[in-house]
Structures are given as structure tokens and as C-alpha cells.
């Protein structure tokens, strides 16, 4: 019957995607294996917003939380104090989940799991509190350093620390348009204590859940007893400013309620002919939270979106400089479905495929790209100008800073060079979103189409971008 078959099909996804995984997983390790006490090296290149990516696949500093769990640097640099040491504390606490509260809640906490660490590295397979931690791969291999660290006073540390954005892409779109509100839900503005977006933007879901409720709608009273927090509304929040539609967002919610109810065992608030609906009225009421709770990132975005469908009308690809100098070019084609009737070992055979037509660019695309590939291509030429400037830094480093694990909005080096690291990062971003990067890029299509009337540029708050420097938690 129905009911059977939707039951059948979730089941099958899953099982799908954990052999996905499985897969995964085996390839990874054998990498590992092959390479281990190898020093590698990351053949590079940037996509055509400028985003750098590594060449090879699976075990990589860009990989899943197992492939950068297993990858250390290859040159050590020497922690000799608590001082050298405090961001591989906060690294610990981190990986573990511990990554709400204050850098000093942050150290106090790896200290007191110093004893469970000496557990853990002396004997992983048995001692399985690690397993429990939001990034179990990553908090196991910071046991096993942070163990010899405490244990002799001093070491040389081969570990990657991490200092992560809030939400990088709402962080540019707020810092382009001066958003108080923004900035300050993305740990741009200085805060006593880490802001958290996601939690902000849960805290409206569940308001007009309430209101709702109160209405006698019993889906919203149902959601309210279930329990609406971030975790569900992180990837819609994380993807807004790249592109989010109605659809992916539901998608999100759907992946978040089965993973509540398959991995977490939690109970069904709903029975299979409810669950659609069901699903389907949280994923309106999260896309209307987002949409109030961020209402200039919002404008900044169909600015970007309005440029681009007038240059797409014209027939014209999109193209900028970015802050630190890449060439970036947006062209997508309409694109036609094309099939082929033809026999395979004996057996009549119809294979479609798409194939792009390049005398006509696509308006719908280049509109959907736009605000996306922009923002793309400021936190690439963050990440390009912060390497290169960390490189040549006599200031805050002994000769500059030269190892490196970085994913885009997540800047990684030796503990006793994150300090400095983020003196520098935080420079950089001052020193560009200073200027009104928003109306030079405007400026640069005006200068390409002067036939064109672009639209005025949106409203703008009153932000002093320079507090960046003052914010503890804008990467941490």
C-alpha cells in the first residue's frame, strides 16, 4: 500500500547513503595507509570565482571530518608554554561541541578533560568518550596532542588548530551593507560572549510556532512539543546567502526531522500521511524567519540579482575583479535536452543528456549566481590576501606564518601561531570592507555596460567596520 512504500523508500535512501559513506570511509583509509609518514604536497587551483581547492580526492584538508582528523602538519612547531598552548585548548573544545561559550570557558574546559584525554590517547578503542564529540575524528587527534602536551610540559606540535567563521557568506553580505543586526548575529561586532545565528533565527521559528499554536493549529503544537532548536535551522541559515530556495530549504528540514527520529531515536510526532504537511508547513515557517530575521543581507542580495538579469538580458556573461585582484567570470549557458536512440549488445537503448547552447546565456542562472558567486568571491580574496600577507609578516610572527589548513571560512595553523593568524585576518578584512566593496562592483559593471541603467545600491546601516578588529569571536 501507500503507506508501505513511503516507509520502503526512506528506507532505501538510507541504506543508500550509508553504503555512500562506507565507500567513503574504505577509500580514505587505504590513502591514509598508503601515505602514512609520507610529507605530502596539495596540487591546487581555484574555481572561477577564485575559491581554492585541492586536486586530489577523499584524503584531503578540504575532506570529511575523517579525511582532516588523519592529516597533521608536516613541520612541527614548538608549544613550550600555556601561552603557545591556550588555541589548542580551544581547538579541543571545539571539536568536542564546546564551541557557544566564551574562550575562557573554552580553556577551562580542556583543562578539566585533561585526565579523560590521557584515557583516551592511551587507549582509544577502550576508552570511547571521543565518540560522543561533534567532530569525533578531529577532538581524537586532539587528545592524543594535548595528552603529550600535558604530560611533558612541552612538544612539538604537528596539529592543525582551526579558528572558524560565524556564518562567513552573512558575514559579507552584512559587512558590504553595514548591518548592525547582521554583524552582530555573526560575531562581527564585538560581543562579551559568542553570538550564535542560528539559535537567534530558532528563537523566531519557535515565536511564530507559538502564535500559531495559540490559533489552534495543532502541526505548529506538535512541532513546540517536538522541539525546534538551531541544529535544524543551521544548513537553511549556513545556505541563505549562497542561493537557498524554498525547495532546498525543505530539503534541509526533512534531513534534519529524519536524522532526529533514525539517529537519535526519537519518537514520530507525526504518522506517515501527516509527515508532508508537516515537514512542509516548519520549512515555511523557516524560510519566513530567515527572510525577517535578515532583511538587509536580503536586499543585498537582489541587488546582486537585479544586476545580474540586465546584463544576462543583453546576452553578456557577468565579470569582476575581485578585492585581491582574480578575474572573476560568470557565464551560464541555456542549456537544451538532447536524446540518442541507438542499440547496446543488441538492445534498443534511448540515452538523454544535456547539451548547452553558447550562443544564448541562461537568465535564470546567471540571476541565481550572482549573489552566491560574489560572495564567493570576497571570502576567496579574504582567504588570498590573509595567506600572502601572513607569508611576509614580520610584525606578529618570527619570519611569517607558512603552514596552512584552510577550508574558505575556516583559517587553520600551529597553536602558537593562531594568535597572530588572527591579528592579520582581521586586518585584511578591515583594511577591504573599509571601501564600499558594493558599490565597486556596481562600478565595474557600470564600466563594462554603459548601456545598462543599474539599480541604486540598497540601503546601507551605520556599522563601524573597524570593530572587526575588537570582535574575539569573529573567527574562534
Not at 552584512?174 to 562579551?192: F, H, I, K, Q, W
Not at 503544537?221 to 517536538?226: G, V
Not at 590576501?385 to 601572513?390: I, K
Amino acid at each position: 500500500n501507500r503507506r508501505w512504500r513511503q516507509m520502503a523508500a526512506g528506507v532505501y535512501s538510507r541504506n543508500a547513503s550509508t553504503k555512500s559513506k562506507r565507500l567513503l570511509t574504505a577509500k580514505i583509509l587505504y590513502l591514509a595507509n598508503k601515505l602514512k609518514d609520507t610529507r605530502l604536497f596539495y596540487p591546487t587551483n581555484t574555481d572561477f570565482r577564485g575559491r581554492v581547492y585541492n586536486i586530489p580526492s577523499f584524503l584531503g584538508v578540504m575532506g570529511n571530518k575523517l579525511s582532516r582528523g588523519l592529516l597533521h602538519f608536516s613541520r612541527p612547531q614548538r608549544l613550550k608554554s600555556d601561552e603557545d598552548a591556550k588555541w589548542l585548548a580551544v581547538q579541543g573544545a571545539n571539536t568536542w561541541g564546546n564551541d557557544k561559550v566564551t574562550l575562557n570557558e573554552r580553556w577551562r574546559w580542556a583543562e578539566e578533560f585533561t585526565r579523560d584525554a590521557h584515557k583516551i590517547a592511551k587507549d582509544p578503542t577502550k576508552e570511547l568518550l571521543w565518540t560522543e564529540a561533534n567532530d569525533a575524528w578531529g577532538f581524537l587527534a586532539w587528545c592524543f596532542e594535548w595528552s603529550n602536551y600535558k604530560l611533558a610540559g612541552k612538544i612539538q606540535s604537528y596539529l592543525p588548530v582551526n579558528m572558524d567563521a560565524s556564518n562567513n557568506g552573512l558575514q559579507i553580505l552584512s559587512m558590504l551593507t553595514r548591518d548592525e543586526l547582521g554583524m552582530a548575529a555573526t560575531n562581527v561586532l564585538p560581543t562579551d560572549k559568542p553570538a550564535d545565528i542560528y539559535g537567534a533565527v530558532a528563537t523566531v521559528v519557535n515565536s511564530h510556532l507559538k502564535t500559531d499554536a495559540a490559533q489552534g493549529n495543532a502541526i505548529a503544537k506538535a512541532w513546540l512539543d517536538f522541539g525546534v532548536n538551531r541544529n535544524c535551522l543551521k544548513r537553511p541559515v549556513m545556505c541563505y546567502s549562497y542561493g537557498l530556495t524554498p525547495y532546498s530549504n525543505r530539503a534541509y528540514v526533512v534531513d534534519w526531522y529524519e536524522e532526529q527520529i533514525h539517529e537519535k531515536k526519537r519518537t514520530k510526532p507525526f504518522d506517515a500521511d501527516e509527515q508532508f504537511i508537516a515537514t512542509n508547513y516548519l520549512a515555511q515557517v523557516c524560510w519566513k524567519s530567515i527572510e525577517s530575521f535578515l532583511d538587509k543581507p536580503k536586499l543585498c542580495m537582489d541587488f546582486f540579482q537585479q544586476c545580474a538579469r540586465k546584463v544576462a538580458e543583453k546576452n553578456r556573461p557577468l565579470k569582476w575583479v575581485s578585492p585581491s585582484g582574480f578575474p572573476v567570470h560568470q557565464e551560464y549557458f541555456n542549456v537544451h535536452n538532447q536524446q540518442v536512440n541507438t542499440y547496446i549488445s543488441g538492445k534498443a537503448t534511448c540515452v538523454k543528456f544535456k547539451e548547452e547552447d553558447a550562443t544564448t546565456v541562461s537568465k535564470r542562472s546567471m540571476q541565481n549566481g550572482a549573489s552566491p558567486n560574489a560572495v564567493h568571491s570576497i571570502d576567496s580574496a579574504m582567504l588570498h590576501l590573509t595567506v600572502c600577507r601572513a607569508n611576509a609578516d614580520r610584525e606578529y610572527t618570527n619570519g611569517g606564518i607558512f603552514d596552512f589548513a584552510m577550508i574558505h571560512d575556516s583559517y587553520g595553523t600551529h597553536s602558537n601561531n593562531c594568535d597572530a593568524l588572527s591579528k592579520i585576518l582581521r586586518q585584511v578584512f578591515v583594511d577591504n570592507f573599509s571601501k564600499d566593496l558594493l558599490a565597486d562592483w556596481r562600478d565595474q559593471l557600470a564600466l563594462q555596460h554603459p548601456d545598462i541603467d543599474f539599480p541604486d545600491l540598497p540601503d546601507y546601516g551605520s556599522a563601524d567596520i573597524t570593530l572587526i578588529n575588537n570582535s574575539t569571536y569573529f573567527f574562534s
